[in-house]
């Protein structure tokens, strides 16, 4: 009779917390829509609304893990589960109540869009940026192309033309708006539709259509300047939703590419962006190294040469004399030129020919590790903006860093990127992340293209992995990150027998890893499968014995592990 009594009592407030989980849910529908009614342009949503939203996710998913130990346990087990529930109630109510907002779901948001880029050293090109800006300023030119190869300096251009625009804001605007949007190679109308979205604080509907719709709505609202930095194909303006800009709306399109061909197709006016002539070659060059290296006697001849060498690429001028910096020893210098025109002789005139510029840096950082740092960035899609953080922690997995306690570790990673940063082959972002230049990247693919090799497709969209004739033996890190890779399939199992790193993290659709994936991976050391929907590893993992890491946070639908009993070498289980 007790037990009964119990139960039912037990059973009564299991319906009240299923009850006001059904509160809590409506009121999260009613804020959602909220949100998506009121955010517009100069919005964002509150903090405190921000902050609400994970929390009721979280409940929900304790509500759904007591519902399911409650069906599967005996009379006297539920009973210990009625203290839980209890508290979980006035858990619920406790954010039923935190969740009467009201109104004030968003705020006015000094907009991140307008906020300056980093600067980097702008040396001549004074002409190409005020012709840009008399483009912006007239009525007679809408759309404006920034062409010009690699390295060549489009995008620092575009950053002090950006942080003029917005100076311009605050005295007497022109334009209402500034808008910075980066394309890159991995083009898709639906991520640029996005990433113009997220830059005016406004949602968007799913339908491909409906989108551009709502897009050129928003855009039209308002005088603007959209620029789109490295655009790579053509696209229609219409099919993404960017309004035409005329001399009645008042708005300005820029767009910046290697390609003039690109540029027309869409309807720009050219401006050319021309290799540096030899003064301000040299005026950038002695900027980044420091004039006092002109005192040393005999180094003005060598210095002209190695400028020479460097072509008027602003880039690979950056690089260069970056990784001469400090130096004065006169036959150091003589050995730099030589090295340098070993590297470019061969290739002179050819594609490659800016990527042998920039290896001659990463030649002379000589310590292995520091340019096992250096490549590793490249695993990273284009102009990702990579956290420091999260870079140093894949350089301690992978070993890059020595030994040591992991506070020195983390102190040695931050002293090897402030080297890199310093050398100019990345690029300091904020505080807190840095950023690989597109052409940088480009050239750690180029030194990684021959065994053993890197396979790097990250986040390009990817529905499928490569098939089994693309995982060649050399292969010795591949990284499919943030990617919409749904399955790891069961004929896919390649043969890597040099593989150590599988990089697939970030990919949502990701739910099943056939048995057979890992089964020729040996010596895998790395294998990061972080924000995926994995239900479950296959047991191959069993036998993974080379694995160092095991990365598994932001796996919420994991259920099954196999035993890693085996697994001697594994430093790090991330759950």
Not at 143 to 157: E, L
Not at 452 to 471: D, N
Request: with cysteine; charged share 30%; glycine share 6%.
């Amino acid at each position: 009779m007790y037990i009964h009594t119990a139960s039912q009592k037990i059973e009564e407030r299991k319906n009240e917390l299923l009850a006001k989980q059904r509160e809590l849910n409506a009121i999260k529908r009613d804020v959602e829509l909220g949100i998506k009614v009121k955010l517009r342009w100069g919005k964002r949503v509150r903090q405190e609304v921000e902050n609400w939203l994970p929390d009721v996710q979280a409940i929900n998913d304790k509500i759904q893990n007591i519902d399911e130990r409650m069906q599967n346990v005996s009379c006297f087990s539920r009973g210990r589960l009625g203290k839980q529930v209890s508290q979980t109630i006035e858990e619920v109510k406790e954010i039923i109540g935190r969740g009467r907002f009201g109104e004030a779901l968003v705020i006015d948001d000094p907009s991140t869009a307008e906020v300056p880029l980093q600067l980097e050293h702008l040396e001549g090109q004074t002409l190409v940026k005020a012709d840009i800006w008399k483009h912006l300023m007239s009525n007679e030119i809408g759309m404006i192309g920034v062409c010009g190869r690699g390295g060549i300096g489009k995008t620092t251009i575009m950053k002090h033309i950006h942080t003029q625009l917005l100076e311009e804001i605050k005295s007497e605007p022109l334009f209402e708006k500034i808008i910075w949007v980066t394309v890159s190679k991995d083009f898709s109308i639906t991520k640029i539709q996005q990433q113009i979205a997220d830059r005016m604080y406004i949602s968007l509907p799913d339908p491909e259509v409906e989108r551009a719709t709502v897009l050129a709505n928003e855009l039209g609202r308002n005088r603007h300047v959209l620029i789109l930095d490295d655009v790579w194909e053509g696209f229609a303006l219409k099919k993404v939703g960017i309004p035409k800009p005329t001399s009645s709306n008042g708005s300005k399109l820029v767009l910046t590419s290697r390609s003039k061909v690109v540029c027309r197709s869409i309807g720009c006016e050219i401006v050319e962006v021309p290799l540096l002539p030899y003064k301000e070659s040299m005026n950038l060059f002695l900027a980044l190294t420091e004039r006092r290296i002109l005192k040393v006697p005999s180094l003005e001849e060598i210095l002209g040469n190695i400028v020479e060498e460097c072509d008027g690429l602003p880039l690979a001028i950056q690089v260069i004399a970056g990784s001469m910096k400090g130096i004065s020893d006169i036959v150091e210098w003589r050995n730099a030129l030589r090295e340098l025109r070993e590297h470019v002789i061969s290739v002179k005139g050819t594609d490659v020919e800016i990527y042998e510029l920039l290896k001659f840096s990463f030649d002379r950082l000589v310590d292995l590790k520091i340019q096992n740092c250096f490549l590793y960035c490249s695993l990273y899609p284009e102009d990702y903006i990579i956290p420091k953080k999260e870079l140093i922690e894949y350089w301690i997995d992978e070993e890059f860093l020595g030994t040591g306690s992991r506070q020195e570790l983390y102190y040695r990673g931050h002293t090897i990127l402030n080297r890199l940063e310093n050398k100019c082959l990345l690029e300091k972002h904020d505080r807190d992340t840095v950023k690989m230049h597109d052409v940088m990247r480009d050239t750690a693919l180029y030194i990684k293209s021959s065994g053993p090799r890197f396979m790097v497709k990250s986040g390009i969209g990817l529905k499928e992995l490569p098939s089994k004739q693309e995982w060649e033996e050399d292969l010795e890190k591949v990284s499919f990150m943030m990617n919409n890779v749904s399955e790891i399939p069961l004929h896919l199992s390649p043969n890597c027998e040099v593989l150590s790193t599988l990089l697939l993290q970030k990919n949502e659709y990701l739910e099943r890893i056939s048995e057979s994936s890992f089964q020729h991976m040996h010596r895998l050391s790395m294998l990061d499968l972080s924000y995926t929907n994995v239900e479950q590893l296959p047991n191959s993992v069993s036998n993974l014995e080379k694995l160092k890491a095991l990365v598994l946070r932001g796996c919420y639908n994991l259920r099954y592990v196999p035993s890693l009993e085996k697994l001697e070498a594994l430093r790090k289980l991330d759950l």
